[in-house]
């Protein structure tokens, strides 16, 4: 017998030596335990929850050493319980040395000792006919055996070990005869968790539990633990044993009803305890492992809840109460996974944590989809059930839980819908992917302005164009086709002009709601506008954050550019492409370089400044000369249009607006011939800006001749002559970009791989194009006062837009060689569109409200002396109803009142410079940061270095202790390369692992 | 050596030069079937112009130097041992990699290694130093022909002067390493193709 027993202990030998091995620690338990149980089973199923309750005090008692003795003098312990304590108190002294690691790795180098201290205690027990037939022994196997499968178990990745779950009952059995082979058996299955044993972060108390002689100790750092975190969890139930009693006799049953009617579930408090424990530090531990392996933190949460947690809780309170057993629990259909014990107890685990511990330990386990729901459901089913115990406080977390949960799936699941929904994934996808992200930012653009017609076309369709419906008139004008073009005669009674629209209050039935028209009118367009502002102000903002953010300007990046070749690049085109890329990037290095250094000669400095000058004079004079053409041709156009009667006469202005569009900025590009700007960069954005002045120039001068003269020329309906003559603008505009797609850019091409091959095949200009998008838009918002069906042709327009772009892009163009900051461009669009844009139209428009008159006859407003009357008159109504009153107040003393705006701008500008102030500092901050890491790396290098010497002076002066000195360097290294690369971390700790029972 | 059958036995050492290089069986076999393709003249070694018919070097503007470090110490010929063992600088790290035994020499295709590589490359008089006239050659080879002659001075000089730590004027290993400190160059110096 004690031979065997020596057996027994030398078998757990190798689990510390060895961690894949671990196992049979189990079974040689299983092999001395097993029998006795059986015998108990039938007593002990009865009354399973007395055993519960009995168990919590031992374990309370448990939590601090000394307590040991006190309990084992329990009258409620069984006589065999005073045997196994001993043993257990005697091994204890060890074990608190073994709880840190490097005691533990001690612990592991002197493998023999131990289980030759234990061995004693054991054969006694066993021998003990008391211990025998007392149930303590066969709770302890079964209790131990079960949980242990079932923890592994249900690693599907064991499938070995699934087939053992089936028959727990047989096995065990089988088990005790001592077969050996077993032990190999269940060797593999428990692998998962002995790997992650071999961490060096997980307390070597984890381990201990196992080994049977073991019993009393771990109790220490466990339930430690569990106080902790009970307190962490916020669930009282198990925080103390008081709790745990109750919980004990008057909680279980209901647990088992919904949790099960098995084996493990016997406990579910106590499950709740042990596994609760070890899952929540789990939660702690695949953090820190993370970095290493996944898989590890896998295996590691599955097996280990089931092993450490319930073989080793069990023996203590199966010392007393053994005939818990379910020893002999049929087994259960792996079908139905949740259902069985080990499903049963991952859910009881489950319970107790938080629900985004829970959430995050659910989701962790390696299940199919429908699983993980089910998981959850009956999680939650259960935790709903307990939450009839739990404190009205408890009550509030939960409540908060679920609110945040239920906040958080509709949001992933809102952001799906947009997801699936937005346009043109995969197209942008694949334009992304073959022209770099420089040309996909025009196409993202267009798809942002696109969002923002939509949602300008939707609301003024709601608000001002139904209710227009309602009350239209039979329009009587005839319709040829050419209206498309020009945009009068038909269209002009219908609702796509002011004109069209009635003055009145539109009321349908007598008592129905009536509906001001004015006032709907003024407010949809205000609120078109202020949505189209905030929006670009905030994305605006959001792009220059992130932009702030650069990384880049602080790292010189020249050497990097130099020494680190791609060597993957094999192909020719891509090698040429390279080159190009990196000849940019040297250049534009370079002339940042030179900035610093200017080392240009006077005569030299003459010539470039000439240049600039020349260059910025003339192209400003070509946009005051194209400003002042279109001016004098509309004045004339008026003229001609009276004694003209063609209709096709109108379209002479939008013509030849694009016309000017069409050919000056190319005109401009022609000028970095003679400019010879040495960044790239540079030449863009001068570029950009003559081409942004010419497009908002013609703009301005274009309302200028609207406000100026159209709108005081007296005609009958001057609005709807505006809004058609922005209409004609836009379309023609629209048919030159489409023509410039197919035409133009297949032309440029066709010359380019045929004709002069020098010129090669041309690159998308961003810039030009998205001012072009620019221009438009502008045009959108000036006439949507005017046209309000304005925002529906553009979103008609930039659709095809996308489109043709598209195809054009795939078939003429290459990608460009600028290396274009996308972000940036995208930043700089955005503020394009909001400066000089938006808020140009803004003063148009509020030009057009506050100062002109309305056509007498015509339109919501007629009659009024200006716009912004149906305003006034809309307040005084209200001022005479109390209902009202303090919209009028808002409106007088915020709105109206010039002292208002005063204090908010003093109040605006004071936080303004109080920010600029912040962001001063915070600049000082990141360059002493940015310093300070730079310092950092050279320290780290410095460091290595040493350690590179020392270590090989260490090599030639001894080289027997070369093992042990070089894994000293390394983990010394490790200290400072982790921070750049985790997996070496790991493999470090594991050698040291590996390593140090050998040293 | 002339038979024309794809199997390891074939290989002379196969077992001393999978340990060195950490290449697999079957890729070992692939490379030495590539060896032998590009051997015309069933010589048992590669000759310089060997070298140059393989088109992916033909057209890395570093290629030459690349086919130059084939040929360490002024020899002429390359054989099937050495031959892999430069290909090995570019077998892309995998995982079982990194859990190597501490006692082993660090594999060829460490982070290290390869950045020793590279390093070679640019060294070309094998001084363990980068100097600014050997940048000045491999700058023009990389860029080409866009940029000027006094540019590529100038860059040049810029380069050195920001990875020169010590002021000797020139870059060394330790430098050019830290240069690249953050630089993927793992994935920058790994060909696909090399298992």
Redesign the interface.
């Known amino acids: 017998m004690s031979a065997y027993y020596r057996n027994n202990g030398f078998e757990e030998d190798p689990d510390y030596l060895d961690y894949s091995r671990s196992p049979n620690r189990t079974q040689g338990y299983l092999k001395t335990l097993g029998p006795p149980n059986n015998p108990h089973n039938p007593g002990t199923r009865n009354n399973p929850y007395s055993v519960d309750s009995r168990a919590r005090p031992d374990y309370a008692g448990s939590l601090a050493e000394p307590n040991y003795p006190g309990s084992l003098s329990n009258p409620d312990y069984s006589d065999t319980r005073s045997d196994a304590y001993p043993s257990a108190s005697r091994t204890s002294p060890d074990n608190p040395l073994s709880l840190p690691e490097p005691d533990y790795s001690e612990f592991q180098s002197h493998p023999y000792h131990q289980p030759s201290s234990r061995q004693p205690d054991y054969p006694g027990s066993q021998r003990n006919p008391d211990f025998v037939g007392s149930s303590s022994s066969g709770n302890y196997a079964g209790s131990r055996t079960h949980p242990d499968y079932f923890g592994s178990l249900g690693e599907p990745d064991y499938p070995g070990a699934q087939s053992n779950s089936d028959h727990p009952g047989p096995r065990a059995n089988l088990n005790h005869p001592g077969s050996r082979r077993n032990l190999k058996h269940t060797g593999f299955r428990i692998n998962p968790y002995t790997d992650s044993l071999g961490e060096p972060d997980y307390p070597g108390a984890e381990i201990q539990p196992n080994s049977p002689p073991f019993l009393g100790e771990p109790d220490y750092p466990r339930t430690e633990d569990n106080q902790n975190s009970s307190s962490s969890w916020g669930e009282p139930d198990y925080s103390d044993d008081e709790n745990g009693y109750d919980y004990g006799s008057s909680e279980t049953p209901k647990m088992t009803r919904g949790v099960l009617s098995r084996t493990s579930s016997i406990q579910p408090s106590f499950h709740h305890r042990s596994d609760g424990n070890l899952w929540g530090e789990n939660e702690d531990y695949p953090e820190r492992i993370e970095m290493a392996s996944m898989d590890l933190a896998n295996s590691y949460r599955h097996s280990l809840p089931g092993v450490p947690g319930d073989g080793y809780v069990n023996p203590a309170y199966v010392d007393e109460s053994g005939p818990v057993r379910a020893y002999g629990n049929p087994p259960l259909s792996e079908c139905d996974w949740h259902k069985s014990p080990q499903g049963q107890k991952l859910i009881a685990s489950l319970i107790p944590m938080t629900s985004r511990d829970r959430i995050k330990a659910i989701r962790n386990q390696p299940r199919t989809m429908e699983e993980k729901r089910n998981l959850r459901k009956i999680v939650d089913k259960e935790k709903s059930k307990q939450s009839h115990h739990i404190l009205q406080l408890n009550c509030c977390v939960q409540c908060l839980h679920s609110i945040s949960q239920a906040y958080r799936r509709s949001k992933s699941s809102l952001s799906e819908i947009l997801n699936s929904i937005s346009l043109w994934q995969k197209t942008l996808k694949i334009i992304g992917g073959k022209f770099g992200t420089s040309v996909l930012s025009y196409f993202n653009f267009l798809r942002w302005l696109l969002k923002f017609n939509i949602f300008s076309f939707v609301l003024n369709f709601s608000f001002i164009i139904i209710p227009q419906f309602t009350v239209a008139e039979k329009n009587t004008l005839q319709f040829t086709g050419l209206e498309f073009f020009t945009g009068v005669g038909y269209f002009r009674d219908t609702v796509m002009y002011y004109g069209f629209y009635t003055n009145s209050t539109i009321q349908h039935g007598n008592s129905g709601a009536s509906y001001n028209m004015q006032l709907a009118y003024i407010f949809t367009i205000g609120a078109c506008l202020t949505t189209c502002f905030f929006s670009l102000l905030f994305s605006m903002a959001r792009y220059f954050r992130n932009n702030f953010i650069n990384p880049h300007i602080y790292s010189g990046g020249i050497t990097k550019l130099i020494f680190c070749w791609d060597f993957t690049v094999t192909h020719e085109k891509a090698v040429k492409l390279k080159q190009k890329n990196l000849s940019t990037e040297i250049r534009e290095n370079l002339s940042e370089l030179c900035q610093e250094k200017a080392k240009l000669t006077f005569n030299q400095q003459l010539t470039r400044f000439s240049a600039y000058v020349v260059a910025w004079v003339v192209s400003t004079g070509v946009a005051i000369a194209c400003c002042a053409a279109v001016y004098y041709l509309a004045e004339y156009n008026l003229e001609f249009l009276k004694t003209h009667k063609n209709p096709g006469a109108v379209l002479l202005l939008p013509f030849i607006v694009s016309c000017i569009n069409l050919a000056v900025p190319r005109i401009y590009s022609m000028f970095r011939l003679v400019e010879r700007y040495e960044m790239p960069r540079h030449e863009v954005y001068v570029l950009l800006i003559r081409n942004i002045f010419l497009k908002i120039s013609i703009i301005g001068i274009l309302c200028y001749y609207w406000l100026n003269t159209v709108a005081l020329s007296g005609e009958e309906c001057w609005e709807t002559l505006i809004g058609q003559e922005i209409y004609r603008l836009l379309l023609m505009d629209f048919v030159f970009s489409l023509a410039d797609s197919f035409l133009g850019e297949f032309l440029r091409r066709i010359i380019g791989m045929r004709l002069i091959r020098s010129l090669g095949v041309q690159e998308f200009d961003i810039a030009r194009n998205v001012l072009e998008l620019i221009y438009a838009q502008t045009l959108v918002w000036i006439g949507i006062f005017f046209c309000p069906l304005l925002p529906f042709i553009q979103m008609i327009m930039l659709f095809i837009m996308f489109y043709a772009k598209n195809v054009s892009l795939m078939m003429n163009f290459q990608p460009p060689s600028k290396a274009w900051r996308a972000s940036q461009m995208m930043t700089f669009f955005i503020f394009l569109l909001f400066f000089p844009s938006f808020t140009g139209v803004l003063c148009t428009l509020a030009i057009t409200i506050w100062r002109l008159k309305p056509s007498a006859d015509c339109g919501p407003f007629r009659g009024l002396p200006f716009f912004i009357h149906s305003i006034y008159s809309w307040i005084d109504t209200l001022s005479t109803r109390p209902g009202y009153l303090w919209v009028v107040w808002i409106y007088r003393n915020l709105i109206g009142s010039v002292h208002f705006f005063f204090i908010l701008t003093l109040i605006v500008l004071i936080i303004t410079y109080l920010y600029w102030q912040i962001t001063e500092g915070r600049k000082i901050m990141i360059r002493l940061l940015h310093e300070q890491i730079v310092n950092e790396g050279k320290d780290k290098m410095f460091l290595i270095e040493k350690l590179i010497k020392l270590q090989d002076m260490e090599k030639k002066a001894n080289s027997s202790s070369l093992v042990l000195e070089r894994r000293e360097v390394e983990q010394q290294g490790s200290l400072h390369l982790g921070e750049h690369d985790g997996s070496p971390d790991l493999r470090l700790r594991r050698s040291v692992q590996e390593g140090n029972p050998r040293a | 050596m002339g038979s024309r059958s794809s199997h390891a036995a074939v290989i002379p050492d196969v077992d001393s030069i999978r340990r060195e290089t950490g290449f697999s069986q079957a890729s070992l076999v692939r490379l030495h079937h590539r060896f032998r393709a590009l051997d015309r003249n069933k010589k048992g070694y590669l000759s310089r112009m060997d070298l140059q018919q393989i ?2 070097l033909a ?4 290629g030459d130097r690349i086919i130059e470090s084939f040929f360490p110490n002024g020899s002429q010929q390359v054989d099937f041992p050495g031959f892999v063992r430069v290909l090995a600088h ?1 077998r892309p790290v995998e995982d079982e990699d ?3 035994d ?2 082993k020499p660090e594999p060829l295709n460490s982070r290290r290694n390869k950045l020793h590589y ?1 390093f070679q490359l ?1 060294d070309l008089d094998r001084d363990g130093k980068i100097s600014r006239h050997e ?1 000045l050659q ?2 023009r080879l ?3 022909v ?2 000027t002659e006094e ?1 590529l001075e ?2 040049a000089d ?2 050195v002067q ?2 020169d730590e010590d002021g000797d004027g020139a ?1 060394s290993f ?1 430098e ?1 390493a ?6 993927d ?1 793992e ?6 193709i090399l298992k």
């Open positions: 088109g992916a057209v890395n503007p570093l570019f990194t859990d190597q501490p006692k590279a640019y940048m491999v700058l990389m860029v080409g866009q940029v540019q100038n860059i810029r380069t920001e990875a870059v330790l050019f830290k240069s690249l400190e953050k630089m160059v994935q920058k110096m790994s060909i696909r």
